[in-house]
């Protein structure tokens, strides 16, 4: 079954530290995004990927950082300078044909800092 | 700047009766428009979609959305609400290019048996 994964489903943090979030798709995908979600929000716009090696900031983007190495990876790193950043993350992915570009949704990972 | 506006954090329902989730957007070209749905601590999946085929878009589990651009509104609705339709649901808006989708802030439907 294609599909998005997104690992761990439930991540510990202590203040200070970085930790990465990982995102694997095997739909073939050209573009993927990592959000944010808070209750009472909707979803905001982290960063998002269109090719290898290349990616965009979104929307909230400060605190974060993101690779493409691999067109189907697209870790997100949560790093120190992230000031608030317990939150429900969710990966997508999309295909850049703009009739077909819905985004496809990982099951997330809830992230919490101690 | 495209928009999505949800009307109602919160909506109830009883079992059987109609589903109404209210969705408007801004928009200053022909927008692409969906409905996703989340269930608790899982990813968001794709209800339906508006790409300018239909007004009438129909989408999974009984569900279905009209488009009226006279009223800039994307209702989604459902002619009878089941248990397992207690869930989140979000209304977004590609905004230009294919990265660009702005997603409403949810509405979370509770079915009343």
């Known amino acids: 079954d294609g599909g998005i994964t997104q690992s761990p489903k439930y991540l510990f943090r202590k203040e200070g530290q970085n930790v990465t979030l990982s995102c694997e798709q095997n739909?073939?995908?050209?573009?993927m995004y990592w959000y944010r979600q808070d209750p009472g929000q909707g979803l905001r716009l982290i960063y998002y990927s269109q090719i290898v090696n290349d990616f965009q900031k979104g929307d909230i983007a400060e605190g974060y950082s993101v690779s493409r190495e691999k067109k189907e990876s697209f870790p997100l790193t949560v790093t120190s300078a992230q000031k608030n950043p317990t939150a429900f993350y969710l990966c997508?992915?999309?295909?850049?044909?703009?009739?077909?570009?819905?985004?496809?949704f990982g099951p997330g990972t809830r992230l919490t800092v101690l | 700047a495209q928009s999505v506006t949800q009307l109602g954090s919160h909506v109830s329902v009883s079992e059987g009766a109609l589903v109404l989730l209210r969705c408007n957007y801004s928009?200053?070209?022909?927008?692409?428009l969906f409905w996703y749905v989340q269930y608790p601590n899982q990813g968001l999946q794709l209800l339906l979609k508006?790409?300018?085929?239909?007004?009438l878009v129909k989408g999974i589990n009984g569900f279905e959305a009209e488009f009226k651009k006279s009223e800039t509104s994307f209702h989604l609705t459902k002619p009878s609400a089941h248990m397992s339709d207690a869930a989140e649901y979000f209304c977004a808006v590609r905004r230009g290019g294919y990265q660009k989708v702005t997603f409403g802030t949810g509405t979370k439907l509770q079915v009343i048996p």
């Open positions: 508006y790409t300018s085929a239909a007004t």
């Open positions: 997508a992915s999309s295909t850049l044909d703009s009739s077909q570009n819905e985004q496809f």
């Open positions: 739909l073939n995908h050209d573009a």
């Open positions: 928009s200053s070209v022909p927008p692409y």
